[in-house]
């Protein structure tokens, strides 16, 4: 399961990071890297579906969904707007496989 694996690979580096600065918590770390994070316009994240040739990308509800949830994926702050976009687009053709 590689997104289990993903997860431990995230936690491991929140508490890598907070082990090595006492200073901070694990949130805090979060929150420092959401603050480096840029989120992308709707025309950002269009141009971006165009390139990957995702031509029934719904841009606006992809930013709309993100918008209202903090750009949090998770509990953990995105730090890569593209690859949520691919990953959004791989769930969308699951669900319509089990659709049909």
Same mark, same amino acid.
């Given at each position: 399961?590689?997104?289990?694996?993903?997860?431990? *690979?995230?936690?491991? #580096?929140?508490? =890598?990071?907070?082990?090595?600065?006492?200073?901070?918590?694990? !949130?805090?770390?979060?929150?420092?890297?959401?603050?480096?994070?840029?989120?992308?316009?709707?025309?950002?994240?269009?141009?971006?579906?165009?390139?990957? *040739?995702?031509?029934? #990308?719904?841009? =606006?509800?992809?930013?709309?969904?993100?918008?209202?949830?903090? !750009?949090?994926?998770?509990?953990?702050?995105?730090?890569?707007?593209?690859?949520?976009?691919?990953?959004?687009?791989?769930?969308?053709?699951?669900?319509?496989?089990?659709?049909?």
């Amino acid at each position: 399961m590689p997104t289990k694996r993903f997860l431990t *690979g995230v936690r491991a #580096f929140f508490m =890598e990071k907070a082990m090595t600065n006492n200073k901070h918590s694990i !949130w805090e770390t979060s929150v420092n890297l959401l603050n480096r994070f840029k989120k992308p316009s709707v025309e950002e994240i269009d141009d971006y579906a165009v390139e990957q *040739g995702y031509e029934d #990308f719904d841009s =606006e509800y992809f930013y709309d969904y993100y918008e209202s949830n903090g !750009w949090i994926v998770g509990k953990v702050p995105m730090a890569c707007w593209k690859a949520s976009i691919r990953c959004w687009n791989r769930r969308v053709k699951q669900w319509q496989i089990e659709e049909n």
